[in-house]
């Protein structure tokens, strides 16, 4: 029985890791989108003039950034799902992200004396990168397959709208975390340009994720009144 049970999934590992992936594929678009500022018009602000030499790297960085965010999104999918590529795939796209920002954090550090707010992007991504190593751990990577869709009824929903809300929340709030790194001399916060677009992709991913959460209320609710209905048949 003991041995049964320590073979168990570990089902919170599963959710907090799709949880912290959305996370960073929620960064990683910001981060890519946001760079476009300095990418296409670093000559337009006092604090980033010094990077104008820089522009093409930045450029190429928007797209490099975009590209491995939107790869992210099937990726953090097929981890819920279960894929026989997915564990490998993260893998890839983290260490893809990590690279990204690593080398814009030490140009921009180097130039402009300032690597924020991608030095937030590069800790989230790294921290995400370490966390799906240690589930490759004996005993822990028995018991928290990505090859194989979430068990439950319940578990694949919630890891889902979990990770729905957190990138919601993180995008609504991205005028806030971000903002203090893109005031212009006017006290202008840069990121309010995009206010519109992340308002409505935030609500839109709180709300999604609210679904799948309530779906997985619901089917959890489901489940229990059947098991009461067999226990008393």
């Not at 992200?97 to 924020?116: E, H, K």
């Not at 975390?177 to 519109?196: D, Y």
Request: proline share 4%; charged share 10%; aromatic share 8%.
């Amino acid at each position: 029985m003991g041995e049964q049970r320590d073979r168990r999934p570990l089902r919170v590992l599963r959710g907090i890791a799709v949880a912290l992936m959305g996370l960073v594929v929620v960064f990683t678009l910001l981060g890519g989108i946001g760079t476009t500022c300095v990418a296409f018009g670093a000559e337009n602000y006092d604090s980033m003039a010094s990077l104008v030499p820089y522009k093409p790297l930045y450029q190429a960085l928007v797209v490099i950034s975009v590209a491995i965010g939107i790869w992210g999104i099937p990726v953090t999918v097929s981890l819920v799902r279960g894929s026989r590529v997915a564990y490998r795939n993260t893998l890839l796209n983290l260490v893809a992200g990590a690279l990204s920002a690593g080398v814009q954090m030490v140009v921009s550090q180097t130039v402009r004396g300032s690597s924020a707010p991608v030095n937030m992007r590069f800790y989230v991504t790294a921290f995400t990168l370490g966390f799906f190593l240690l589930l490759r751990l004996p005993g822990v990577r028995e018991r928290v397959d990505f090859t194989q869709a979430a068990k439950g009824k319940t578990s694949g929903p919630a890891s889902v709208g979990a990770a729905f809300v957190v990138c919601g929340l993180v995008t609504l709030t991205a005028p806030v975390w971000a903002g203090f790194s893109h005031m212009s001399s006017a006290r202008e916060n840069w990121v309010e340009v995009l206010g519109a677009p992340l308002r409505a992709g935030g609500w839109a991913m709180v709300g999604v994720g609210m679904v799948w959460l309530l779906a997985a209320v619901v089917s959890s609710m489901q489940s229990e009144k059947a098991a009461l209905l067999e226990a008393h048949a």
